[in-house]
């Protein structure tokens, strides 16, 4: 391996960026709902714990949305740095949706959260929560523009061929918008980013009830993120089997590498595995647990139905679908199996370890519960966060590596987009700068989410206060920044 290859280092770098960035927004989608919905019910019920549940999960949104903002800019600085055969041949198509995206949403979700921010003291309060609604419509149109571009990649439409052949143009905006693969994207993707911020929301809720903090609005936090987990779960599911169905019709090849099927399989066969342990090329498998019939539901919605392996695939794809490029991948189209096929399960089992967390929660919290919630229960929920956060990332790296070798796919193979003329070293030297820059706005943004989330909503007035009187909406002190 040459690990000044040009291909490789700009691979792990985009990678890593992206990861990284992920990060971010699906905290930035999630939490923006949850901020409008906890400030919806301070509006319409004038009860003072909203407000400060409102003021404490919108200082962590702006925290994360910040560092968002950061990380993404340096996604299209790269599309020209190391991958600039890429942008000259789909420019034309994802050149738009990204315009939209940054012109319109993205200016869009930030001219209202500054709104937001500071129209606390100085806008009618209708207005006022109106703004943060408006930023969170923002945020999804933004990641809907970002989904359109992604699918494009995953599945291209609306585009023709230019006379010389080297690039990609768009004929279809329509079509490049309604891609089936991005109306399917769009609520699994907010779903799954809606559970993840739940997961945040119970960690953060149960770091307080173990040291028995802020009870009352971390218990009316716990359940909201509770029941939203489960909510964000059932919708992930239903969805995903959605975009599943899609999946297949475009790129079959990715369904059969998730499930490692090498023969195409039809009726019985059609079984989906949830541990198998085999020879890499598939002549043998050592051992696997399987679910009969799951592959071919999953697939088709019907228990007889056909799912076509990498065999047969391979052979389509070098005869008659793509035979001008099989010669460069010595005629297997598969993605990297081992990849694929792990992190689809771990997508699923982290996705279940947090949605079964929150039915335990749920029920230890209960009103007819005997007794008080154990300790070990609280420690255990914290972990709520993490399950949520590694199934949403490695559900990113299923859907990108599954796509390989194609970095468009049935148009241009990834190792044909890299810059022709970068040579390794200065993108080993930007992967290295870029890496050590994360990790220092790692740590900022660790330390600003842990201390604004140790320190916790400011605390209710004592009974009897004068502060504790239930004030009408209008009389309530808005200042929060």
Known sequence: MDFLDPLLLARW?????????????????????????????????????????????????????????????????????????????????????????????????????????????????????????????????????????????????????AQDGGRAEMNDFFAVLTNPVALAALPHTLFAAFMMTMGVIISISSWHLIRRQNVDMMRTSLRYGLWGMIIAFAGVALSGDQLGLVMVQTQPMKMAAAEALFDSACSADASFSIFTLGTPDGTSELFSIRVPYLLAFLSTHTLDGCVEGIND?????????????????????????????????????????????????????????????????????????????VAILVGWVFTEMGRQPWIVFGLMLTEDGVSPSVPGWTVLISLIAFTAIYAILAVVEVGLIMKTSHKGPDPLPEPGSPEAEQPSVENTPTTVY
């Open 13 to 161: 770098q985009f990678g890593l960026t992206t990861l990284y960035h992920f990060l971010f927004v699906p905290l930035t989608l999630g939490m923006a709902l949850t901020v409008a919905i906890f400030q919806t019910a301070w509006y319409r019920t004038g009860n003072l714990k909203w407000l400060h549940l409102t003021r404490f999960f919108g200082k962590i949104f702006l925290i994360n949305f910040a560092m968002g903002v950061v990380t993404g800019i340096v996604q299209e600085f790269q599309f020209g740095m190391n991958w600039s055969s890429y942008s000259r041949f789909v420019g034309d198509v994802f050149g738009a949706p990204l315009a939209f995206e940054g012109l319109m949403a993205f200016f869009f979700e930030a001219t209202f959260i500054g709104l937001w921010i500071f129209g606390w003291d100085k806008l009618p309060k209708g207005l006022h929560l109106a703004s943060i609604w408006i930023a969170t419509i923002g945020a999804w149109f933004s990641a809907y523009f970002i989904l359109a571009a992604n699918a494009f990649m995953q599945n291209p439409v609306g585009y023709q061929m």
């Open 313 to 389: 695939l391979n052979l389509l794809y070098t005869n008659e679908l793509f035979p001008q490029f099989a010669d460069q991948v010595d005629g297997n189209f598969a993605p990297i199996l081992w990849v694929t096929y792990w992190s689809f399960r771990w997508m699923i089992g982290l996705g279940g370890v947090a949605a079964l967390t929150a039915v335990v929660g749920l029920w230890l919290t209960r009103k007819k519960a005997k007794r008080d919630v154990p300790n070990w229960a609280w420690k255990l929920a914290i972990w709520a966060w993490p399950a949520s956060l």
